[in-house]
């Protein structure tokens, strides 16, 4: 097991070798903590969501980031509460052309892996695995004004032991990623990306393309849309799909609130769901806010019965 010790050892290491003596190092992160209910599954929850506390050197051209995360124990929490995260150094090549290298997050994927960057408390999926989580491998990315693009090569994607790492070897099986993004006009991000991991043996090789657009209508309000299509994830014959709309409107510096509708479809042994969200969010100030959620879920083709989810989160970042 992987010590909350050894890892801030492991951390402090890498960010050394990473960055020089001259290296200016930031230090940044949050906290979020919540009390939610569900009563489809009956269950009542008052717990740390999730901790990020993340260093960020930099020294001319490369800049290292270590990261440590901790989540409360689940089904993707395979080695403790507390895992490392980020372990990456990029280097900036010139003329938009960078190369990443270490452990990072896939760049798949509308809604952030962290929840102080949603708005909202629970994910628009209910199934997880058809984004990637984190993962190793080396990956270059060009950008310039309207355009940027990636391309990498990672341990894995979709056959991680967990979401906070990749399964660390290329012998059996090995993931490519890319995306392509536009934003040169005004207002509007379109993204497109995949992942693909050709993966021998029965199993059978997996991909997931994904989709999504982001348009700022006013000052107040912008409104996003995300569609993927997976093969192959859950052991499905056929793809499965995921889809997600969502508007968040700002009332004044403190109130917003956003609504999303978002649906799994799934051609396999999973439960089709059309999920309903309204999220409204008060911010005290720039380091603390407070988050409510309440959200429907109706399934479809399956005698389970339909959910409510409540939940009320204090977020503190720094």
Known sequence: MITSKKLLVIAASM??????ASAQVAIGGYAATSWTHTNGTATDRFDIDSALLKFTGKDGAATGVVSLYYVPGSAVATDSDIHLLDAYINWDLGSGWSVTGGRYLSWLGYESFFTINNPEISGANTVPGFIPGYQQGVRFTYSD??????????DSAFTSPSA????????????????ISYTGIQDLTLWLGGAYEPQPGAAGAKATIDLWAQYQVSKELYIAAEYTVSDNIIG?????????????????????TAFRVSGDTFNGPAVDVLKYTLAPTYTVNKSFSVRAEA????????????????????????
């Open 164 to 179: 906070f790492k990749g399964d660390g070897e290329l012998k059996t099986d090995y993931a490519v990623e890319a995306f």
């Open 15 to 20: 960010l050394a070798l990473a960055t020089g």
């Open 145 to 154: 004004k309207d355009w940027s693009a990636g391309l990498g090569v990672a």
């Open 295 to 318: 959200s429907y879920s109706v399934n479809y083709g399956s005698a389970t019965a339909n959910t409510t989810f409540l939940g009320v989160q204090a977020l503190f970042k720094f």
């Open 236 to 256: 499905a014959a056929g793809d499965s799909s995921t889809w997600l709309v969502l508007a968040n409107y700002t009332f004044n510096e403190q109130v917003s």
